[in-house]
């Protein structure tokens, strides 16, 4: 077993991926032709977002992810040797600041913002064993 893509729906699809790649510097894969389904290339394992009528059409019942409510249980992390930077173009770009990148006892810098869709990111540095 192993982790092929995080999948996130969202509300707009194509809102979704150019903010990833404005906030983040991610690249897009490709937007399926219908606009329901992106992936963002992030390396070994995909990022990918559909629209939330995709949630209904596979008979899933889902919370629509909103800037408005706390976010759910779950984040998004993307890892860079310069999270303080990320950080300042995430929010440069629209992402909600929520915690300012600070060192983590085990060496690590850390700090977190909410995209569009009111989804956690973490903003981190590798860990270095």
């Known amino acids: 077993m192993r982790l092929g893509y995080t ?7 194509t809102a979704a991926v150019d903010f990833y790649e404005s906030a983040f ?6 937007i ?7 992936e963002m290339d992030t390396g070994e394992t995909t990022l990918s ?7 209904e059409m596979n008979g ?7 800037p408005r409510d706390l976010p759910a249980g779950i ?11 990320a950080y300042g173009q995430a929010v440069g770009a629209g992402a909600l600041a929520v915690k300012a990148v600070e060192e983590k006892p085990w060496g690590q810098r850390v700090g ?9 990111v973490e903003i981190c540095s590798p860990v270095h064993p």
């Open 32 to 38: 399926h032709e219908s606009g329901l389904y992106a």
């Open 49 to 55: 977002f559909a629209a939330e009528t995709m949630a």
């Open 7 to 13: 999948l996130i729906y969202v509300s707009d699809v």
């Open 60 to 66: 899933l019942a889902i919370r629509p992810n909103s």
């Open 112 to 120: 977190y913002v909410r995209d569009l869709n009111g989804c956690l």
């Open 75 to 85: 984040e998004i992390c993307l890892v860079t040797e310069s999270p303080e930077a």
């Open 25 to 30: 510097g991610l690249q897009r894969r490709f």
